[in-house]
């Protein structure tokens, strides 16, 4: 008889497989055997050991695993063909994935890599979700690659970690290794130093006589001009040491303010306007450094 102090997964009824597992808070998931031959290591090594009809496992001994009744519906439901397969919980990932460790169950790692893949693609996708695991959390997704040795998802955290947001950095309470936080510092920086000389560039031009520049605009550059020019410079470089990104650099470049300037009477001039030429080789420069592979793993 079943056993009446525990419960029954309402996922997971009688009849909807041959198997009873029992979590550790006291219920009962009936899940097919061969679902779990099919998936697990684990339970593929378990079920060619000799059994009886008194095996745990049977619905008469549940075979009493250490998950709560949470992980392991969480667990199940990840590997049971017979339901849409939910999506990753970011909550939870960590614990699904040691659960799939400790049963040996590569599926749930391969789904993983392929969804922390397929987020690196939309990186550059104007509206992406930033919920997405690897733009919301990518030192978060750094620890489990570290924690499971999956490659191609290290690299691409890196990837992230070397241009996101200093606050999702400094914010996450996710502790890595010394020397790969280093790493990912000297990154960080180097895409810095990259910034500062574009940056470099303008500044010169700044003081160059705006007639060299263009023929509309006085020789000598007013107050309120000079004034726009060293806010914009300055938003550049607060914006680049944040977050060192071409999509940054850019925002700020193209928010340039137009405005009107009182004392020359006419419109003030963009500074990149005599940098169209040289702004698109700053891109391309940029882009290939922020897509540029991550070569060593793991990282030392």
């Given at each position: 008889?079943?056993?009446?102090?525990?419960?029954?997964?309402e996922r997971f009824p009688s009849g909807y497989g041959d198997f009873a597992l029992q979590s550790s808070d006291g219920v009962i998931f009936y899940f097919p055997r061969h679902i779990l031959v099919s998936t697990s290591d684990f339970f593929r090594g378990m079920f060619e050991l000799p059994t009886s009809d008194q095996a745990q496992g049977?619905?008469?001994?549940?075979?009493?695993?250490?998950?709560?009744?949470?992980?392991?519906?969480?667990?199940?439901?990840?590997?049971?063909?017979?339901?849409?397969?939910?999506?990753?919980?970011?909550?939870?990932?960590?614990?699904i994935l040691e659960v799939a460790r400790k049963y040996q169950i590569q599926?749930?790692?391969?789904?993983?890599?392929?969804?922390?893949?397929?987020?690196?693609?939309l990186r550059n996708?104007?509206?992406?979700?930033?919920?997405?695991?690897?733009?919301?959390?990518?030192l978060l997704v750094l620890y489990i690659a570290l924690q499971h040795d999956i490659e191609s998802v290290g690299k691409r955290a890196i990837q992230e970690l070397a241009r996101c947001s200093s606050d999702l950095i400094g914010n996450d309470e996710i502790e890595i290794p010394t020397k790969v936080f280093k790493h990912i510092q000297r990154l960080r920086e180097e895409r810095i130093q990259k910034y500062r000389t574009y940056i470099d560039i303008l500044a010169k031009a700044r003081n160059r006589?705006?007639?060299?520049?263009s023929v509309h605009i006085h020789t000598t550059p007013c107050v309120t001009c000079a004034k726009f020019c060293s806010e914009f410079l300055f938003q550049l470089e607060k914006g680049v040491e944040e977050q060192p990104a071409w999509k940054t650099f850019n925002r700020i470049c193209r928010a340039e303010i137009l405005a009107k300037c009182e004392t020359c009477r006419e419109r003030r001039p963009r500074l990149?306007?005599?940098?169209?030429?040289?702004?698109?080789?700053w891109a391309m420069e940029a882009l290939k450094m922020e897509n540029s592979e991550v070569v060593a793993w793991p990282v030392v």
């Open positions: 008889m079943e056993h009446m102090e525990n419960k029954i997964s049977t619905m008469h001994e549940p075979l009493v695993v250490t998950e709560t009744a949470d992980a392991l519906e969480d667990l199940l439901e990840q590997i049971d063909p017979k339901m849409l397969t939910p999506a990753l919980d970011n909550d939870k990932i960590i614990d599926i749930i790692f391969d789904r993983f890599e392929e969804e922390i893949q397929v987020q690196y693609q996708a104007p509206g992406r979700s930033t919920q997405l695991l690897l733009f919301s959390r990518p006589s705006p007639s060299k520049r990149l306007d005599s940098f169209v030429s040289q702004y698109i080789q």
